[in-house]
């Protein structure tokens, strides 16, 4: 894996909805963990969801039941629909990749990040 690019980010209302996709290069990224991050301004980086190698998930409380994160292994894709979103969900989202045993946001590939903003 080489590069993570991100896009898919933008300004909705809140209730609305945005698809994130993160395209990765390379020829193994079935193998490797991956997940999605965000940061908001003068806050600290935290993890939103993550999905590894196998298919299993794993999410932050603050967004499960809105968002869900899946990949598509024959096109190198990460996804992360985003539902019912909320002002406070308004953050820089990065994904990220790493390969097992995955430390998911302490080492691997970060993309540059796609702007979301949630207007109240």
């Known amino acids: 894996l080489v590069q993570l690019v991100e896009s898919g980010g933008g300004s909705v209302q809140a209730g609305g909805s945005l698809r994130l996709s993160c395209a990765a290069s390379g020829d193994t990224y079935s193998t490797y963990c991956m997940g999605w991050f965000r940061q908001a301004p003068g806050k600290e980086r935290e993890g939103v969801a993550r999905i590894d190698w196998d298919g299993s998930t794993r999410y932050a409380d603050s967004v499960k039941g809105r968002f869900t994160i899946s990949r598509d292994n024959a096109k190198n894709t990460l996804y992360l629909q985003m539902n019912s979103l909320k002002p406070e969900d308004t953050a820089m989202y990065y994904c990220?990749?790493?390969?097992?045993?995955?430390?998911?946001?302490?080492?691997?590939?970060w993309g540059q990040g796609t702007q979301v903003t949630v207007s109240s």
């Open positions: 990220a990749a790493d390969l097992p045993p995955c430390q998911l946001g302490t080492r691997g590939y």
